[in-house]
């Protein structure tokens, strides 16, 4: 069975300061990983996602993330942020690109001014 | 545009009275649905896997006969919330994979339910 570990229950960060959100997995096979963000009171949002190939993924609105099998993480990065990037985000891991999806419990990023 | 819809987006009801959440695949076939549940201030735990023309399959501890989950069609699936009562009151959200990435993306969310049992 997969199961997806974030480190961080919140993480403040100052506007236009780098931000890194950690995730690790564990699993007996390879697995496909997902970040997703939740804004207040709405559905997820797809950030990014590994499937295969590069393990550094670039995703929408300036995030990106590397995969690192030998430390089993798949560490959310974003150089600059801005105050429209507080919100949940959740990373997320399956066996197949299109299974079932287990969600990590969740960090809560909140930009401060 | 969402590419699965689900309805409604919040509801209110009555404890002991059902609620049927429908979630519907736009565009593409899905044969197998996926329902969660979130908490306030939680993740989201899968509930059970739908599975169009056959029976869901539920995760551990999740009582099959309150909520009732029926894939009738490629395209639609339904969580109904039987005898519903206050602490049922939650976020569902039901999610379809496309095995073709359809617009790039293995699995497509609904935008939630939520539910609140008064």
């Known amino acids: 069975a997969q199961s997806v570990t974030q480190l961080d229950s919140q993480v403040p960060v100052f506007e236009e300061a780098p931000v890194e959100l950690r995730c690790n997995y564990s699993s007996s096979v390879s697995v496909y990983l997902f970040w997703y963000v939740q804004y207040p009171n709405q559905g997820l949002q797809l950030l990014l996602k590994?499937?295969?190939?590069?393990?550094l993924v670039k995703g929408i609105n300036g995030f990106e993330a590397e995969f690192n099998k030998s430390q089993t993480s798949f560490h959310l990065r974003k150089p600059s942020v801005h105050i429209s990037d507080t919100a949940e985000y959740f990373c997320a891991v399956s066996k197949t690109s299109y299974d079932k999806v287990i969600f990590g419990p969740g960090t809560s990023l909140s930009v401060i001014p | 545009g969402a590419v699965v819809s689900q309805h409604p987006s919040w509801v209110i009801c009555k404890s002991g009275t059902s609620v049927k959440i429908e979630c519907r695949s736009l565009?593409?076939?899905?044969?197998?649905m996926f329902w969660y549940r979130q908490f306030p201030k939680q993740s989201l735990m899968l509930m059970a896997t739908?599975?169009?023309?056959?029976?869901?399959?539920?995760e551990q501890g999740v009582e099959k006969d309150k909520f009732l989950i029926n894939h009738a069609s490629l395209t639609l699936s339904t969580l109904t919330v039987t005898s519903a009562h206050p602490e049922d009151s939650s976020f569902y959200i039901c999610?379809?994979?496309?095995?073709?990435?359809?617009?790039?993306?293995?699995?497509?969310f609904g935008n939630g339910t939520r539910l609140t049992v008064t």
């Open positions: 999610s379809a994979p496309s095995t073709h990435h359809f617009r790039n993306s293995p699995l497509h």
């Open positions: 565009d593409f076939q899905a044969t197998t």
């Open positions: 739908s599975n169009e023309g056959s029976k869901a399959t539920y």
């Open positions: 590994y499937l295969s190939g590069s393990t």
